[in-house]
């Protein structure tokens, strides 16, 4: 499995990973609330560049996070362009490009395995009603590490088509990276069994 984590000993980095998800929360309620105006638009621009900035987190490592994000903002933008004005559009396409980066950066600079303890503890008052918090830390660190596999395959398809130098349209990357995150799955199950964590 593939981790996004970056190690680092930033301000970031070192910060508890509660207060880390606490902070996303605020910040991705402040944004939703915000009226649409291009102050709003600058200000989610501006939140996670100052994020990777603090976190020492380069423009190239960056700019691949972003990229993947393309196919979803474009879509999401054209989308509104149909039905709202061009800065309530533009208003909510930053909102939600601002909270993603900004969740990003939270698994670019906190371990998979402090994420996990951390959803484990804050849902250990449930166990009295029958949840297991220890199955939902598992699903939860699946996820993370799933995000960074799939984004890998994407990155090997498209490098792989664009290699052959054969001319291919655009969404050509979709069936083998479908291909791909079957198989990842069917591992990962499998793994999953031979441990005891099946069903």
Known sequence: MISLYLPGRSLIHR??????????????????????SWWTV????????LAFLLAGIGPGTVWQDLRQLVPLLVILAVGQL???DLLSAATNTARVLSIILLAQCITRT???????????????????FGVR????GLAMGLVLTAIGQLSSFVSDVRDAQRSR??????????????????????????ALEARGQGG
């Open 15 to 36: 910060a508890p990973p509660a207060l880390k998800l606490a902070v996303l929360t605020a910040v991705a309620l402040t944004l939703s609330f915000a009226p649409a």
């Open 42 to 49: 600058a200000v989610c621009l501006a939140a996670p560049a």
């Open 165 to 190: 130098g054969v001319r291919l349209p655009p969404w050509s990357w979709v069936v083998p990276v479908l291909v791909l995150a079957l198989r990842y799955a069917d591992d990962v199950g499998d």
């Open 133 to 136: 918090p220890e199955r939902i």
């Open 82 to 84: 149909i039905f709202l």
């Open 110 to 128: 906190t371990p998979m395995t402090a994420m996990v303890e951390t959803a484990e503890r804050f849902l250990a008052p449930l166990r009295r």
